[in-house]
C-alpha cells in the first residue's frame, strides 16, 4: 500500500513562501497522477494543483501564478513551491496519488478527487496578516 508523507509546512506572514514535499512510498510512481488537495477550517477540500503523468500541469485558479507544482519520478517526490501567500491559502494541504492513469490525462480528471486512492496525512500552512 502506498504511503504519502508531507512535509515542509509551517507558518509565514503574508507576501512570503513555502514549499511542501510530497514522499511516496510505493514501487511505482511514474505512471500515476499526483496533486495537492487544502482544506480551510470549515470549508471542503478543495484542488489545489495537479500534475499528469506525462507532465502536464493544471492549477486552480486562486493559486495560478503564485504556486508551481513539480515532480521527480526518480525521487518519487512532488512539491509545491508556494510563493506571494495570502492569509486565504491556510489550510491543511494534502498531498494525493492515482491509481495508474494514461499517459495524458485532462484536467477533469487530474484535478477531480474522487481520481486518488491514496493521501497523505496533511500539512498545516498558516498564513498571517
Known amino acids: 500500500q502506498v504511503q504519502l508523507v508531507e512535509s515542509g509546512g509551517g507558518s509565514v506572514q503574508a507576501g512570503g513562501s513555502l514549499t511542501l514535499s510530497c514522499a511516496a512510498s510505493?514501487?511505482?510512481?511514474?505512471?500515476?497522477?499526483m496533486a495537492w488537495f487544502r482544506q480551510a477550517p470549515g470549508k471542503e477540500r478543495e484542488f489545489v494543483a495537479g500534475i499528469s503523468r506525462s507532465g502536464e500541469i493544471y492549477y486552480s485558479d486562486s493559486v495560478k501564478d503564485r504556486f508551481t507544482i513539480s515532480r521527480d519520478n526518480a525521487k518519487k517526490t512532488v512539491s509545491l513551491q508556494m510563493n506571494s501567500l495570502k492569509p486565504d491559502d491556510t489550510a491543511v494541504y494534502y498531498c494525493?496519488?492515482?491509481?495508474?492513469?494514461?499517459?495524458?490525462?485532462?484536467?477533469?480528471?487530474?484535478?477531480?478527487?474522487?481520481?486518488?486512492?491514496?493521501w497523505g496525512q496533511g500539512t498545516q500552512v498558516t498564513v498571517s496578516s
Open positions: 510505493g514501487r511505482i510512481f511514474n505512471d500515476r497522477a
Open positions: 494525493a496519488q492515482s491509481p495508474r492513469v494514461a499517459f495524458f490525462a485532462p484536467r477533469e480528471y487530474v484535478a477531480d478527487q474522487k481520481t486518488y486512492a491514496a
